[in-house]
C-alpha cells in the first residue's frame, strides 16, 4: 500500500482530477491549517498557545520556471517579514527543488542564501531532503550555505543506507540537523526495505547527533518523528548525555500525535510542529496517505460526510 501510495504521489494524472474533490480538500484540512500564509500564522499562534514552536514551509517541489523560483523565494522574504512583525518563533523549512534546483543549483544557492540572510541569527532555515537523487545536491548546497551562515539546518533520513557517512561528514561543519525516517520510495539497494531497520537505524544516528551535541559539533539536533517508542529512547539517551528537557527538540507535523506534541512541550521538551500552506499539496498529501495507510479512512469517511 505504501509503494501505491508513493507511486500516486507522482502521477500528474490523479494530481489533476483528485484536487478537485471536496472530500479530499476536506481530509487535506486534517494535515494543513489552509492554503494561505495568514491560515498559517493563524496556526503558530495557536501553537504558542501551547509552548509549542513552528516551522512553516510553504508547499510545492520541482519548480521548473525561473520566474516561479524567484516568486517562492520573494514569498518565504515576506514570511520573514510577517514572523517578526507577529513576534512569533517561527522558523522556516524551504525544499530547493521549489527554489530553482532542477533549474541551476547556483540559481537555487543565490535564492537560499538570500532567505537565510533575512532570516532572525538566533532561527535555523531549515532545507528539506527530497527523492535520493538529489541529496548529494541538497548536501552540496548546504554545505556551502553553512560556510556563509551558522543558521542553517539540513534534513537527513534514517532509511538511506548513506546516512551514516553524510552524518560524519558534515559534524566537522558545526551543522544543524532534523532527522527523519524518510518519505519517498526507494529501493533496496539505497534504503532499508524493513521498517524495524529504519527504527534502529533512526535510533542509532539519533545517538550519534545527540553525542555530537554534547561535544559542541551540532548546533541544534532536532527528532523530526511522530514515533513515540523512539522518541521516549531518545529522550532517554539525551537524559544519559546530561541534556536539560529543554535541548531535547522533537519536530512533528501539524495535526499528527496532537497530545504527544502537547506532552512533550508541558513536560519542558523543546516541541515544534511543522506548519504547511499552499495550493500545491497533492504530492505532499499522498505521501503523508503513504505513512500511515489507515488515513485512507478519513478520505472514506469524509466522502460519506459530503
Ligand atoms: C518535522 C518533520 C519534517 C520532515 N521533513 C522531511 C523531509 O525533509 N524529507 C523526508 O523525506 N521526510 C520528511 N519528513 C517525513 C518523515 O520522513 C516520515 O515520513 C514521517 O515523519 C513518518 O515517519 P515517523 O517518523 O513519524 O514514523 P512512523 O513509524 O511512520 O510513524 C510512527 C507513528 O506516528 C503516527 N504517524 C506517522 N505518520 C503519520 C501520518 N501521516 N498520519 C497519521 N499518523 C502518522 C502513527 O501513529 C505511526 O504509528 C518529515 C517529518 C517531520 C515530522
Redesign the pocket.
Known sequence: MRSILLAASQNQWLRHRAVNYSFVRRTVLR?MPGEKLDDALGAAEALRSKKIGS?LTHLGENIKDRAEAQQVAEHYLEVLKRIREKGLQAEI?V?LTQLGLDLSPDLCFEHLNAIIGRAEKDSIVWV???ASDYVDATLDLYRRALTAHPNVGI?L?A?LHRTKDDLANLLPLRPSI?L?????NEPPEIAFPR?QDV?EN?FELGARILRAKKENRCVRA?F?????A?IRRLADCASAEGFAKRQFEV???YG??RAEQERLAGEGCTS?V?VAYGSYWYPWFV???A??P??LWFIARNVFEA
Open positions: 494535515f516551522i523549512s525544499k528539506d531532503m527530497e534534513c533520513q532509511y532534523r527523519v525516517k524518510g518519505a519517498y521498517k527504527d533512526y532536532a523530526g518523528t511522530h514515533d513515540v523512539l519536530q512533528m507535523l499528527i500525535q515544534i511543522l505521501r503523508r496517505l505513512e500511515r489507515a488515513n
